[in-house]
Every structure is written in structure tokens, then in C-alpha cells.
């Protein structure tokens, strides 16, 4: 994509990761015109990069730091996210732990799943802790400034 124009470069977060400009490219000037776009440093697109380091670079003005709902809108996009990574793990390790169990109350259960059946119990207490941690996140007194993000269980 040929970049035409852009302006109003923000920053996505305190971090500086990404920002979001009104950019204008050349092969969607007729039909689209002036677009949002959200360009970072690892951005898979050749333009997507151009323009965020011409941007940091302060080509297209000064960035502006973002407000507070934008990152509190970031701060929940990101803990929704590793939340419905947990959910998914917690599933998992719920039906492997049950079949743990089921072997082990009919006496069918090998050397091996008795052993993995107090280490999969533990992994699974270590998501749920995970996922209960997560849900307090907006109730740290820096959010959404600084957020302190549980580590996420191996």
C-alpha cells in the first residue's frame, strides 16, 4: 500500500507498542478515503511498520499519549483475552483430570496416570488462580495506568 497521508497519531498505550492514525493510501483513495489504521513496530505489513516508525519519528505530528478509556478499553481487550485463554486451559485440564478420575475410582488406572493425576490437579488450580487474578485487574488502584498482570501458569 502507498501511503498518501496521515495524521493524528496516537498511542495505543503507556507502553508505546502501537498507535492508531487517519491515513489516506493511494489505492483506496477513491473508495474508502481517510481510514483509522493501528501501525506497530511488528506489524506484518510492510506499510503497517513505514508508518508507525515515521509516526515515532514525529513526521506526522506529535502523538498523542492515549485517555483514559482508551486504555481502559486496551487494559480489558488484553485481560478478556488471556481469560479466554485460561477458560480454554481450565476446560482441558478439567476433562483430562476427569478421565484421571474415572480411571483411578475403577481401578483401572495405570503406574503413570496415578501418577499424572495430582500434577494435572495441580496445573489446574494454577489456571484457576490464574483466571481469578485476572479478574481483579481493574481493581488495581494504578489501572488502567499500570496494570501488574499475573504470571501466566507453564
Same mark, same amino acid.
Given at each position: 500500500m502507498t501511503i498518501l497521508s496521515a495524521r493524528q497519531p496516537?498511542?495505543?498505550?503507556?507502553?508505546?507498542? @502501537?498507535?492508531?492514525?487517519?491515513?489516506t493510501f493511494e489505492e483506496t483513495r477513491e473508495s474508502l478515503g481517510e481510514v483509522p489504521f493501528t501501525a506497530s513496530p511488528n506489524?506484518?505489513?510492510?506499510?503497517g511498520r513505514e508508518l508507525f516508525e515515521r509516526a515515532a519519528a514525529l513526521e506526522y505530528g506529535d502523538i498523542a499519549e492515549p485517555d483514559e478509556e482508551q486504555l481502559k478499553d486496551a487494559?480489558?481487550? #488484553?485481560? @478478556?483475552?488471556? @481469560?479466554a485463554l485460561a477458560s480454554s486451559m481450565i476446560? #482441558?485440564?478439567?476433562?483430562?483430570? @476427569?478421565?484421571l478420575q474415572d480411571s483411578e475410582?475403577?481401578?483401572?488406572?495405570?503406574?503413570?496416570e496415578i501418577t499424572q493425576l495430582p500434577l494435572t *490437579?495441580? *496445573?489446574l488450580d494454577l489456571w484457576r488462580k490464574y483466571r481469578v487474578l485476572l479478574s481483579r485487574v481493574e481493581s488495581q488502584p494504578?489501572?488502567?495506568?499500570?496494570?501488574?498482570w499475573p504470571p501466566q501458569p507453564d
Open positions: 496516537c498511542w495505543n498505550d503507556v507502553e508505546h507498542t @502501537s498507535l492508531n492514525l487517519l491515513v506489524d506484518p505489513e510492510r506499510h487494559m480489558r481487550m #488484553k485481560s @478478556s483475552a488471556l @481469560s476446560a #482441558k485440564l478439567q476433562g483430562d483430570l @476427569s478421565t475410582a475403577l481401578g483401572m488406572a495405570t503406574d503413570e *490437579q495441580a *496445573q494504578a489501572f488502567p495506568r499500570a496494570v501488574d
